[in-house]
């Protein structure tokens, strides 16, 4: 069955919207708080999910040897794009994050950006998390970070409109449903007298869920913050972190 991320359209549409510059630049401070909340236990690194490739590039220029993965073309060329700016060697995958495994080749593993449950079944996202941990090497690391059930209960808003410099209007409406299980959204992009809409859901996870996931995956612990600064996951959560670790050698933590 198609579903919305499969949607070419979607990308090369909203994606001026939903990778603007400053979040494109983001990228490298990002990658910079990851690496200091989970050093890789190695020089190999899978960035799955990697979009435009800003996190993979600013991987790849600390020295790290970095597979990227995603399943759209658009995106994977905005990356190629991105690493030939910046001078670095990336490996490109074009491939469904469901399928995609590696076993034991990776000493950091990164998931960012609410790039985890996009999938209509929950045992999808399982499926994920299994098989990023049988790519870890023992004693490797994921990084999970998404916004979680706990910021969107105190931060939600039902619509946001915002107006950019090129006279464009995007409007956003969200809706939570499924008894907190789900988040469904509309974007309305209003340009040059004409307007588009897209639907698409995510599946949202409380710090909790989000443990109790990756721990069903096989991991041998998992930390949650507040966001990739390593806050405390309270009451000024900014972002759901996880760190889930695989078992290292003889069993140790």
Not at 11 to 36: D, H, K, N
Not at 153 to 181: I, M, N
Request: glycine share 8%.
């Amino acid at each position: 069955m198609f579903q919305w991320f499969e949607d070419e359209t979607f990308w090369t549409v909203l994606y001026p919207y939903i990778f603007s510059a400053e979040r494109l630049e983001a990228g490298a401070s990002q990658v910079e708080r990851v690496l200091a909340l989970a050093p890789p236990a190695g020089r190999e690194v899978l960035d799955l999910c990697c979009g435009p490739g800003r996190h993979a590039v600013a991987l790849a220029a600390h020295g790290l040897r970095v597979t990227a993965v995603d399943r759209s073309p658009f995106l994977l060329d905005k990356a190629r794009q991105r690493a030939l700016a910046a001078g670095v060697q990336i490996q490109f995958v074009e491939e469904d994050m469901r399928e995609f495994v590696r076993p034991g080749a990776f000493g950091l593993a990164i998931n960012l950006f609410t790039s985890l449950g996009y999938f209509d079944d929950r045992t999808d996202d399982l499926k994920v998390l299994a098989n990023v941990q049988r790519s870890l090497a023992p004693g490797g690391a994921l990084v999970v970070e998404m916004a979680g059930k706990e910021q969107l209960a105190r931060d939600f808003q039902p619509t946001l409109s915002t107006k950019y410099s090129d006279g464009s209007v995007l409007v956003q409406r969200h809706e939570v449903v499924e008894d907190w299980c789900r988040l469904r959204n509309e974007w309305i992009l209003v340009q040059d007298g004409r307007s588009l809409a897209f639907e698409f859901h995510t599946r949202i996870y409380s710090g909790q869920e989000l443990r109790d996931l990756l721990g069903q995956a096989g991991f041998a612990s998992v930390q949650l913050f507040g966001g990739l600064d390593g806050r405390s996951y309270s009451n000024d959560v900014e972002r759901l972190v996880a760190v889930a670790r695989k078992a290292a050698p003889g069993g140790a933590r």
